[in-house]
């Protein structure tokens, strides 16, 4: 059994900030990577950002140079630092965390909710 705990959400005012964790435990190992993805009413789940394991990251170009993904490896934690934040960012977000041999397992948090508004 594996668990992500996310951490973080809120109400923020268009151009706050607002910084999100997703730390996971239990039996997950050989993390390949950990991100974020989000999911707004009526709208697909996208993917926000992703870390690997050596610190390579990806984002989504709607959040290029306003977030920034990070880990703490040997908390087996991720970060997403969100600034200048808009009303389009609103949505449920998600931690999803590729692990065990040959990132053969995926696993999601319970989403935490984001909400930019005047």
């Known amino acids: 059994q594996v668990h992500l705990v996310e951490t973080g959400g809120g109400l923020v005012q268009p151009g706050g900030s607002l910084r999100l964790s997703c730390a996971a435990s239990?039996?997950?190992?050989?993390?390949?990577?950990m991100g974020w993805y989000r999911q707004a009413p009526g709208k697909q789940r996208e993917l926000v950002a992703v870390?690997?394991?050596?610190?390579?990251?990806n984002y989504a170009d709607s959040v290029k140079g306003r977030f920034t993904i990070s880990r703490d490896n040997a908390k087996n934690t991720a970060y997403l630092q969100m600034n200048g934040l808009k009303p389009e960012d609103t949505a449920i977000y998600y931690c999803n965390v590729r692990w065990g041999v040959n990132g053969a397992y995926d696993s999601w948090g319970q989403g935490t909710q984001v909400t930019v508004s005047s």
């Open positions: 239990g039996s997950i190992f050989n993390i390949y990577h």
């Open positions: 870390i690997t394991s050596g610190s390579s990251t």
